[in-house]
């Protein structure tokens, strides 16, 4: 049992580490070099880099500690090793590779693959179940003294983050900002529920017990019966549920419009499904 937990903690930090340094090259190589500020402690240190000539990895590492101090009288003990570990190792990972060359020379270009390369380097942190610290603390912070809802404090963050970087490189270059934070936004849901999106079934029949035994004969998958009631005819109607692969659906379909073609179905997809001919974590 112990030997699982050191494991699992090991793993953790080894995805804590791997996510960090994804996120300092997409910064070196995509954001710093042309000043797209897309929010968070990167953002501003994009900004004093360039307006007050402080190297990005020690405005990082600053203001991070300092929003740890605040946090922990503010927000009490909460911050994990983890948490600290990632605060540090970001910043050391920005400085490592500040001299790399960025592979492109068209800002949309680095706009894009910036965002790409910061979502899959904070997926992977999420994935951990740790933080790299920054802004978010600050949104926390009003989320529990000011009443104000967590994603829109971050919103409103970030927001301003991206209109100071307006007024000190441009418009333009807050509009690669707010691209870059869009593509972020999308690549940490990819990584986080995975790019398959699987289908979700709801069928409603009288001939149930024959379509329920040929998903299980023919697509060799689970159903599950629920409950319900018809709206207007107050008739108990239960409903099948079964969760498919995208390539299984067509296979349904044909099934049930076979076997009862006045069947109401009910196709649309989910995100993530976890279990059993799914994904295990």
Not at 30 to 56: D, M, Q, Y
Not at 159 to 185: D, N, R, S
Not at 203 to 215: F, G, H, Y
Not at 248 to 275: C, H, M, W, Y
Request: glycine fraction near 12%.
């Amino acid at each position: 049992m112990e030997l699982t937990v050191v494991s699992k903690h090991l793993r953790q930090f080894i995805l804590l580490t791997a996510g960090s340094f994804i996120v300092a090259v997409a910064f070196n190589l995509f954001l710093n070099p042309f000043h797209i500020a897309s929010g968070g402690v990167s953002g501003i240190s994009i900004i004093a880099g360039s307006k007050l000539g402080i190297r990005p990895a020690y405005t990082q590492w600053a203001l991070n500690f300092l929003f740890i101090i605040i946090g922990f009288f503010t927000l009490g003990r909460q911050f994990g090793i983890k948490t600290l570990y990632g605060t540090f190792v970001l910043p050391l990972f920005v400085l490592m590779t500040e001299h790399w060359p960025t592979i492109t020379h068209e800002p949309l270009l680095a706009a894009l693959y910036g965002g790409v390369g910061i979502g899959v380097g904070i997926g992977i942190v999420f994935r951990a179940s740790a933080s790299t610290g920054g802004t978010d603390l600050l949104a926390q912070i009003a989320h529990k003294y000011l009443g104000i809802g967590l994603g829109v404090a971050v919103l409103f963050i970030d927001g301003l983050i991206v209109l100071t970087a307006a007024f000190a490189f441009g418009p333009e270059k807050a509009l690669y900002a707010l691209i870059t934070l869009f593509i972020t936004g999308k690549t940490i849901d990819a990584v986080q529920i995975g790019l398959g999106y699987a289908k979700m079934a709801f069928i409603i029949s009288d001939k149930r017990d024959e379509i329920r035994d040929a998903i299980y004969n023919e697509i060799h998958r689970g159903i599950t019966r629920i409950s319900a009631q018809g709206g207007y005819t107050e008739q108990d109607r239960p409903i099948l549920m079964c969760v498919l692969n995208q390539n299984q659906i067509a296979r349904l379909k044909n099934i049930v419009k076979r076997l009862d073609p006045d069947a109401f179905v009910i196709v649309s997809n989910t995100n993530e499904v976890l279990g059993r001919g799914f994904r295990n974590t």
